[in-house]
Structure formats: structure tokens, C-alpha cells
């Protein structure tokens, strides 16, 4: 009797969704324009630590300056639905407010699942186009609409066509201490 009500709460829990896997820890990454002669590889946002949120930490992924274009993405390895997918941005380990200087370099990026490596091939997940320094969440929780399938989960900043929304930083940056997708 007992495996029975076991079994039970565990399939309804399952059921309402409140478990979850992270499928994207410790899985290949890449990304474009990685910062030269440093450990700040791509692989840092899917380690699974996010107790040192500086790029001294050795936790975060961090993308060379001056750039207009920022992409990043993780390789599932196989399809997988997605329901939600969490990203941790770099705050130096600073209070995340409108006078951190991070805020700027987040805003305005977007989130796309696909089963090819090119963001153009999949679907977008999430596009910001209404937060801002003040509003911007971190760490910043987007739950795609059709909960979509695929295989990598790809992050896209771009700073190609000015003018920029107020707040917005001059150029594109990839700063991820963690991407978790669920």
C-alpha cells in the first residue's frame, strides 16, 4: 500500500510539474568571439556553479568587448522538450539593480530552440523587448510558449541596429554565470 501512495504523489507531482531536470548541466557549449587568453570558455555557464557570479569565480562565460554580435549555445545532445530555461548573468557579485553595470549588456537578447546549431533553423523561445535597467530580473526565468523540442538552446545579443533602447550598452555581450534548461 504504501509504494502505491508513493507512486501516486509522485506521479501527480510529476504530473503538475513541479519536478524538473536541468538537461543542459555540464553539456558541450560554444560561443561566438570568446574572450582571448582567459578561462571564461563557454562550458562556465553549464557547470552548474553560481556561488561567484565575477569572472575571477571561474563560473561565468564572458565574450570579448567591442563586439555587435554576442551568441552562445548549449548542445543537449539529444531533443528534448523544453518547458523553461533560466539564465544567471554576470553581477561582479554586486547588488543587481539599474546601477550595476551588467544590466545594460543583458537587455535585449533572446532565447531560441533548435535542432540545428543556427538560431535561424529554430523557434524563439523568449525575446526582450519590454524590461529595463530598472526591471530586468536576474537570474531571469523565460518559459517557452509551446514548450518547445530541440537540441540546443541558443542565446542571441545583438547591437546591429542603432538606435538603442534607452539602457541599452553599445555593444553585445555573452556574461553567463549559468543557463538551466528544464
Known sequence: MGNVVFFFILSASLHLGQFYEN???NKSA???HPYPNRDWGADRAVDGRMS???PFG???TISTYNKKIAEWRVDLEKVHVIDHIVIQYRT???EWSAVNAYTTRFLGFSVYVSNTTTKEDGILCFMDSIFTVE???NPMTMK???RESGRYVIYYNNRTH???PEGYSEHAFNELCEVEVY
Open 23 to 25: 538537461v543542459a548541466v
Open 30 to 32: 560554444w560561443q561566438m
Open 52 to 54: 561567484d557570479l565575477s
Open 58 to 60: 571561474g563560473q561565468c
Open 92 to 94: 561582479d557579485n554586486n
Open 135 to 137: 526591471t530586468l530580473p
Open 144 to 146: 517557452c510558449p509551446d
Open 162 to 164: 542603432p538606435p538603442f
